[in-house]
């Protein structure tokens, strides 16, 4: 063989033993690939039937075992008291004795009406409930200086009070409730434009019959002067007295 080829084999590379024909640099190193790995890909079909298989694995858990899952309601309706605090207006001295207290329910049937208007279109009736009490009282405050008397040896007193009254009637509004209420054509209408049903009269009337059938029953009036005699004696019994006589004016009824 010639120089030339001679230099023409020192210039070319060898194949390598694959025969690939692929050429290599000097002193280059080969880097080994593994395989590649799968990239994930979000589907939201997927994505549902996991969802979905989430919830029947906590109901097939919860009809098994019982268990029923607290979630909040994020929608659940709160109440806010942004209400100022109390402001003390005045003090008042108190000498009544509230030695008894009677709770009665009345039934309150209140209609209202337009005269040459049948009901059907225009009137309102409503049918109300009131549970409510009302104490008796002995008014201490009133006593003169000889409403009470000491033997001598002060072993023995009288005492002299004032008969009992009733105070104003309480209605107890948690406890109390309407029944039912009928209203007119034409009040249904005005109730959609913001006319409201006033109770205000429902609670006076009800009140009103509280405290009537409490003062026609009398029972918490004598209650009361049996309590205020059992108070009284107690009490004097403890300073040493042996005989107390209480006695109460004339009931103004």
């Known amino acids: 063989m010639t120089d030339e080829s001679g230099s023409l084999l020192q210039g070319t590379a060898a194949p390598d033993e694959g025969g690939s024909g692929s050429r290599e640099e000097p002193g280059a190193t080969r880097r080994l690939r593994g395989p590649r790995r799968p990239r994930f890909r979000f589907s939201p079909v997927r994505l549902i039937a996991y969802v979905v298989l989430a919830v029947l694995v906590l109901a097939g858990a919860a009809a098994v075992t019982g268990w029923r899952p607290s979630i909040p309601n994020p929608f659940a309706e709160r109440t806010i008291d942004r209400s100022s605090p109390a402001v003390l207006r005045s003090l008042e001295d108190l000498s009544e004795y509230h030695a008894g207290s ?23 009736r409503t049918l109300f409930v009131g ?8 008014d201490f405050g009133a006593l003169g200086e000889d409403a009470v008397v000491v033997s001598a040896d002060r072993r023995s007193v009288t005492i002299s009070l004032p008969a ?21 054509a034409l009040d249904r209408v005005g109730g959609l434009f913001g006319g409201q049903s006033n109770d205000s009269e429902l ?9 009537e059938a409490a003062q026609t029953d009398g ?10 005699t059992a108070m009284l004696r107690g009490l004097l019994g403890a300073l040493g007295f042996t005989n107390v006589t209480v006695n109460y004016a004339t009931d103004p009824r």
Do not use: C, F, M
Not at 131 to 138: H, K, L, Q, R, Y
Not at 171 to 184: E, F, M, P, T
């Open 131 to 138: 549970v409510g009490s009302v104490d008796a009282v002995v």
């Open 164 to 184: 009992p009254t009733l105070s104003e009637p309480h209605l107890d509004l948690d406890k109390s409730y309407v029944v039912a209420r009928q209203r007119g």
């Open 102 to 124: 009677a709770h009665l329910e009345v039934v309150v049937d209140l209609e209202d009406d337009s005269r040459w208007i049948p009901s059907a279109l225009r009137g309102e």
């Open 203 to 211: 609670y006076k009337v009800a009140s009103t019959k509280i405290g």
């Open 219 to 228: 029972q918490v009036l004598e209650l009361a002067k049996t309590n205020t």
